[in-house]
């Protein structure tokens, strides 16, 4: 459509053609745009959501010896997936921000019911 000359779409013309790997806008939607209002949104819905894991693993674990409140996935499974059917996601996501800590890629419901989770 950039290139079609009976265009009339503005948005079409003020938008850069390519952006490169170095450009700081690479793989971002353009600044004040629904699609980077949408991601913001999901990013503040997936931060509650690890938020409340965390709260849970608190209340329903047991502090160790280090200080730290760990649990076992079959027991956060059961109480987590009455709240919500992503507890792995939001595992690994809590993992990947420093929050948690476990042995294992992936944990799978029966399979990995005795792996500890551990509250950093």
């Not at 649990?71 to 956060?76: E, R, S």
């Not at 990947?96 to 500890?116: I, N, P, T, Y």
């Amino acid at each position: 459509q950039r290139k079609n000359p009976f265009s009339s779409d503005d948005r079409l013309a003020s938008k850069a053609a390519h952006t490169h790997r170095g450009d700081p806008t690479y793989g971002r939607p353009r600044e004040g745009s629904r699609t980077e209002q949408r991601g913001k949104d999901a990013h503040s819905h997936v931060g509650k959501e690890v938020e409340e894991l965390c709260l849970i693993i608190r209340r329903t674990g047991e502090v160790g010896e280090d200080g730290h409140v760990s649990v076992t996935f079959g027991q956060l499974f059961e109480t987590y997936v009455t709240i919500s059917n992503k507890v792995v996601g939001i595992l690994l996501r809590a993992r990947k921000h420093g929050l948690v800590h476990f042995e294992g890629e992936m944990l799978w419901q029966g399979k990995d019911d005795d792996v500890v989770i551990t509250l950093l």
